[in-house]
């Protein structure tokens, strides 16, 4: 018998748990399985690899859990300011309709992005912009309510939506690295239980209850 690697992860786990359990509650399994080479040392370093694997596949699912509220967190955020952002845009561009040559400097000359990183790249240097505009453009940023106040409050918008975006992606790296590291893990469990399986089936081919108390199917 071999492990599907395509096999629920969370089912692997439990019949690992049956294997190690009932082998060490199960005097005559160990005693068969000894003869085989699968002493103490050797099951040790199996039940330790269930172990880690079953650890990484908890935090593995926490990390993602963190992963998917942060994103959500982050995203509702940048939604928000987005939104906002494009409003004051258009109201900036009617403001210097005769002041075009300053558009530049506000990053209203070109067409707006696609990804969310540039999008926090143009509103940070709008509302920076806003925060020390040129003289000549006062009055108008003025007449358009585009005041200090509403610069100040875009730019502490963008120190927020980038704490969370940068936690977002802390979130995202954390669980790709533990996603890696729980899939070299069970790669390494599953070749040994597929190797104990192997011994299993002949050690215990005259006691087939024993072979189906470690997880081994015996047809009738």
């Not at 060490?24 to 080479?37: D, Q, R, S």
């Not at 900036?92 to 540039?118: C, G, N, R």
């Not at 790709?176 to 070749?191: G, I, N, P, S, V």
Request: glycine share 2%.
């Amino acid at each position: 018998m071999t492990v599907k690697k395509r096999k629920n992860e969370l089912e692997f786990l439990q019949n690992c748990q049956l294997l190690f359990t009932n082998f060490y509650k199960v005097e005559e399994i160990a005693k068969k399985m000894e003869e085989y080479g699968y002493n103490e040392e050797i099951i040790s370093q199996g039940n330790l690899l269930y172990q880690k694997a079953e650890e990484y596949y908890q935090q593995t699912q926490k990390k993602r859990s963190e992963k998917r509220k942060s994103h959500q967190i982050f995203m509702q955020e940048f939604d928000d300011f987005w939104n906002k952002y494009r409003k004051h845009r258009k109201i900036l561009k009617v403001a210097l309709t005769k002041q075009a040559k300053y558009w530049v400097f506000f990053k209203i000359d070109t067409a707006l992005p696609h990804s969310y990183l540039e999008k926090m790249e143009y509103m940070r240097i709008f509302y920076e912009g806003l925060q020390n505009p040129n003289q000549e453009i006062q009055p108008s940023l003025k007449r358009f309510k585009l005041t200090p106040d509403v610069a100040q409050q875009g730019v502490v918008t963008y120190e927020k939506t980038e704490k969370l975006r940068s936690n977002y992606e802390k979130n995202r790296g954390e669980s790709q690295q533990m996603t890696q590291d729980k899939k070299r893990t069970f790669e390494q469990l599953y070749e040994w239980i597929n190797d104990f399986y192997k011994v299993a089936q002949i050690a215990l081919e005259e006691h087939p209850q024993l072979l189906e108390s470690i997880g081994i199917f015996v047809r009738s």
